[in-house]
């Protein structure tokens, strides 16, 4: 499995921008569909966004349609999370999850098999 680690939380008000990275371990990344969950104090985990192992395919929450972006870059095994506009209700810890078989436009967080630690991003009004 690849290893994950999640960087660029923190804190930020209203309006502002945070980019989140992923950086994976190994040699086989481009081997494996990326994507980006939330979870926030008491709620369910929420899809956030994915793309495929080439970047040409993503897919977003309707809830960070045309705010946020993913993208990918394979020669530095990184994901990255660009999020603007950001909202109180973005608060949550997100995570960077992978996986080798997954096809972009599965959202369920059973079909990612390996996943990071975690970051949090914290939006104040």
């Known amino acids: 499995q690849v290893q994950l680690v999640e960087s660029g939380g923190g804190l930020v008000q209203t309006g502002g921008s945070l980019r989140l990275s992923c950086a994976a371990s190994?040699?086989?990344?481009?081997?494996?569909?990326m994507g980006w969950f939330r979870q926030a104090p008491g709620k369910e985990w929420e899809f956030v966004a994915a793309?495929?192992?080439?970047?040409?395919?993503?897919d977003y929450a309707d809830s960070v349609e045309g705010r946020f972006t993913v993208s990918r870059d394979n020669a530095k095994n990184r994901v990255y999370l660009q999020m603007n506009s950001l909202k109180t209700e973005d608060t949550a810890v997100y995570y960077c999850?992978?996986?080798?078989?997954?096809?972009?436009?599965?959202?369920?967080?059973?079909?990612?098999?390996?996943w990071g630690q975690g970051t949090q991003v914290t939006v104040s009004s």
């Open positions: 190994g040699r086989t990344f481009i081997r494996y569909a």
């Open positions: 999850a992978a996986d080798l078989w997954l096809r972009v436009g599965v959202r369920s967080p059973a079909d990612f098999g390996s």
């Open positions: 793309i495929s192992r080439s970047g040409g395919t993503t």
